[in-house]
């Protein structure tokens, strides 16, 4: 086994990828020489060169839009958006164009790109550098998403995403690459196959769905709710775009009681979605009204104190819980 954090595990299924497949190769804002924004790189502009992890200028349009061209051509181009904020600066190449293609060629063009960025709040960033706008990407048919909570499944969710043949935006939480601590690893290489979710924890009595930072916060929630003889059932979607329904759906059939968390803000956030696909498909087998624990619907503080309140928390989900629990 091997012991990586979140950061560790990214970089090393980078590593591999390249090393496996010369098409594979990265670009993006400061990725070489410095390493990246966030130190994710480091290290790969001395393995690969500057012809395998380009530098580029601060232009997302140009790095997405080149990168969308590069996979028609038959590359499999891996571009870092340093901040989900600035998708919207490529929101054109990233939602009218690469997730397009391959339905308006009938299935003639291939667009194997894998869009990184960091995301999420929780490091004192302010309001435009700090949001998970994953809704607005789930909103768009033709475009996979991916948002892993773990080093495990960052790493073989990475892996997968650049295998893909389709448009995949992968999400990483910006305050993981920091607090995560070192998780154990195969040695052998793996994928985790996109669309597939996880139970993370096993339960009886309500299901937890939470995905990102809010994962960890989830199981930490279930671990205290425990004291209180509360079985919680965590379950991880991974993959936002294609959703394992199945997974999510048979878990509160089981529990009969569900509590969605997730850090972006409430209103037209993806638990609305989640919460929507219950009701239809699950709703008879629910004893209680369906709870919703997200961020409010203000920009992202820059204050310290009132970033921390901003985001949900174990409390906050604990207090969900004990809602559809009617204690």
Known sequence: ??????MEAIREALREEL????????????????????GVTKGLWEEFS???????????????????????????????VM????????FDQLYNQAPKLKYMSN????????????CGAGIRAGAQHSQSPEALCGHCPG????????????????????????????????????????????????????????VKREGKDVTVVAYGLMLSRALGAAEKLQGDGISVEVV?????????????????????????VHEAPKTGGYGGELAAILTEEAFDYLDAPICRVAAPDIPIPFSPPMEDFYLPNEERIVQGVKKVLGT
Not at 1 to 6: A, H, I, S, V
Not at 51 to 78: F, H, K, L, N
Not at 107 to 118: D, F
Not at 236 to 260: C, F, G, Q, Y
Request: proline share 6%; net charge negative.
């Open 236 to 260: 991880d979607p991974r993959t936002l775009s294609p959703l394992d329904k199945e997974t999510i759906i048979n878990s509160v059939k089981k529990t009969h009681r569900a509590v969605i």
């Open 83 to 90: 901040f989900a904020d600035f998708l919207t600066v490529c």
């Open 50 to 80: 500057s012809e395998r992890i380009m530098d580029t200028p601060i232009s997302e349009a140009a790095i997405v839009g080149t990168s969308v061209g590069a996979a028609i051509m038959g590359w499999r181009p891996v571009p870092e």
């Open 107 to 118: 299935g003639e063009m291939k667009i194997p790109l894998t869009i990184r960025t960091a």
């Open 143 to 198: 475009l996979k998403v991916v948002y892993p909570g773990t080093a495990y499944d960052a790493y073989g969710l990475l892996k997968a995403a650049i295998r893909d043949d389709d448009p995949v935006i992968f999400f990483e939480h910006k305050l993981l690459y920091f607090i995560s601590g070192k998780e154990q690893l195969p040695d052998d290489e793996f994928t985790i196959p996109l669309g597939k979710a996880n």
């Open 1 to 6: 086994m091997r012991e990586l954090t979140f």
């Open 19 to 38: 090393k496996r497949d010369e098409k594979v190769y990265l670009l993006g804002e400061d990725i070489g020489k410095f390493g990246g924004c966030f």
